[in-house]
T-cell receptor
Framework: EDKVVQSPLSLVVHEGDTVTLNCSYEVTNFRSLLWYKQEKKAPTFLFMLTSSGIEKKSGRLSSILDKKELFSILNITATQTGDSAIYLCAVEKQTGNRKLIWGLGTSLAVNP | GAVVSQHPSWVICKSGTSVKIECRSLDFQATTMFWYRQFPKQSLMLMATSNEGSKATYEQGVEKDKFLINHASLTLSTLTVTSAHPEDSSFYIC?????????????FGQGTRLTVV
């Protein structure tokens, strides 16, 4: 059965800290791995990863994929209170409808 | 990027009534739409996959007669919660899968927060 496992499930840090969120997967017909940030509404897209070892970066956020070990990490440096959110990892299948298999998310709280 | 418009963004209804949620793809044609449900501080739970011109595919444990899905055109998919009860109160989100041959991400509607009183 396909599954995506995120860890930790929740995390509390202080502003300025660096955090690493983990996502491991066992999914057949892998197409891509995606990271989303969700605050109060619908998830907002962060990264899509398809190849191993190529870091994607956007400001203080970065992510990388290891297709051999079947995991990805999302790094946030110099965290700010605005980074507080649920971070969702999903794996997209190489099926006709490109179904997403979702992890349970990591709830991040950044305290001032 | 592609836009999925979902409405209403929030709705309050009485027990026993039905509520319809619409998702429209504004600048592309969506042959497939995923419908999710999300409880507070939990991940997205896929309820069903709607397919234009054919029956929706429901996930295990989701009642077809309670959550009616219609995908009558390439730009509109609807979810109707029939005979709503307080336990149906949740956040419902639609999503169109990535488009085209290139790797584009899934596109989400804004979500609908349903409260049944």
């Amino acid at each position: 059965e396909d599954k995506v496992v995120q860890s930790p499930l929740s995390l509390v840090v202080h502003e300025g800290d660096t955090v690493t969120l983990n996502c491991s997967y066992e999914v057949t017909n892998f197409r891509s791995l995606l990271w989303y940030k969700q605050e109060k509404k619908a998830p907002t897209f962060l990264f899509m990863l398809t190849s191993s070892g190529i870091e994607k970066k956007s400001g203080r956020l970065s992510s990388i994929l290891d297709k051999k070990e079947l995991f990805s990490i999302l790094n946030i440096t110099a965290t700010q209170t605005g980074d507080s959110a649920i971070y969702l990892c999903a794996v997209e299948k190489q099926t006709g409808n490109r179904k997403l298999i979702w992890g349970l998310g990591t709830s991040l709280a950044v305290n001032p | 990027g592609a836009v999925v418009s979902q409405h209403p963004s929030w709705v309050i209804c009485k027990s026993g009534t039905s509520v319809k949620i619409e998702c429209r793809s504004l600048d592309f044609q969506a042959t497939t739409m995923f419908w999710y449900r999300q409880f507070p501080k939990q991940s997205l739970m896929l309820m069903a996959t709607s397919n234009e011109g054919s029956k929706a595919t429901y996930e295990q444990g989701v009642e077809k007669d309670k959550f009616l899905i219609n995908h009558a055109s390439l730009t509109l998919s609807t979810l109707t919660v029939t005979s709503a009860h307080p336990e149906d109160s949740s956040f419902y989100i639609c999503s169109a899968p990535g488009q085209g041959v290139a790797n584009t991400e899934a596109f989400f509607g804004q979500g609908t927060r349903l409260t049944v009183v």
